[in-house]
């Protein structure tokens, strides 16, 4: 168990539609990231947030976004939801901005 | 830009088998990190290491060794006597020490399946 929780762990929705990923970062890391593990892209990094501040932008989609709020957990958005969309999407956190990263075990998303 | 390449997409072995994993990877950067993380059936992503660009000694951890060489940019780790529960994917990843921030950069990893 790496310390980092996200939910829900399964999520399945349709085109078109808007939902929304929540992550607890490790207790006193102030960094979080958040990745998507799909079949044909590989592990990608979409965003990171250090102390509530956006610090490094990946591939992420417009209709994507994310914040960090004051007491340290993140959401990631997701609008406008495709097929492609479907993936494995993780949260990662650490002390700082540049120590290793911890994965939350990742939540689901199937989109129909 | 950084890229990371797992040659090996899949490999199988029967247990107590020795197993490498190879890496390479590319980055202009001269700070910059090198980690693995092993991803089993259950999904999670483990931390295994994390190395700098000026460490280039190897590391050993149990059954677990890495091999660093800077000269060929590659970042090897090796399984000595393969368990089942090794099973799983391996996934190799690179972040660059500079004011981007700290992105993972990962390989394609690399399927490994051990047979009893």
């Known amino acids: 168990d790496s310390g980092v929780t996200q939910t829900p762990k399964h999520l399945i929705t349709a085109t078109g539609q808007r939902v929304t990923l929540r992550c607890s970062p490790r207790?006193?890391?102030?960094?979080v990231y958040w990745y998507q593990q799909s079949l044909d892209q590989g592990l990608q990094f979409l965003i990171q947030?250090?102390?509530?501040?956006?610090?490094a932008k990946g591939n992420i989609l417009e209709r994507f976004s994310a914040q960090q709020f004051p007491d340290l957990h993140s959401e990631l958005n997701l609008s406008s939801l495709e097929l492609g969309d479907s993936a494995l999407y993780f949260c990662?956190?650490?002390?700082?901005?540049?120590?290793?990263?911890?994965f939350g075990p990742g939540t689901r998303l199937t989109v129909l | 830009a950084q890229k990371v390449t797992q040659a090996q997409t899949e490999i199988s072995v029967v247990e107590k088998e020795d197993v490498t994993l190879d890496c390479v990877y590319e980055?202009?950067?001269?700070?910059?990190?090198l980690f693995w993380y092993k991803q089993p059936p259950s999904g999670e992503l483990v931390f295994l290491i994390r190395?700098?660009?000026?460490?280039?000694q190897n590391e050993i951890s149990g059954r677990y060794s890495w091999n660093f060489q800077k000269s060929t940019s590659s970042f090897n780790f090796t399984i000595t006597a393969s368990q089942v529960v090794d099973s799983a994917v391996y996934f190799c990843?690179?972040?660059?020490?500079?004011?981007?921030?700290?992105?993972?950069?990962f390989g394609g990893g690399t399927r490994l399946m051990v047979k009893p």
């Open positions: 990662a956190s650490s002390p700082g901005s540049y120590n290793e990263q911890f």
């Open positions: 207790s006193g890391d102030l960094s």
């Open positions: 947030y250090y102390n509530g501040e956006e610090r």
């Open positions: 980055t202009r950067d001269t700070t910059y990190y």
């Open positions: 190395r700098n660009s000026f460490d280039e």
């Open positions: 990843a690179l972040s660059a020490l500079n004011n981007a921030g700290n992105m993972l950069t």
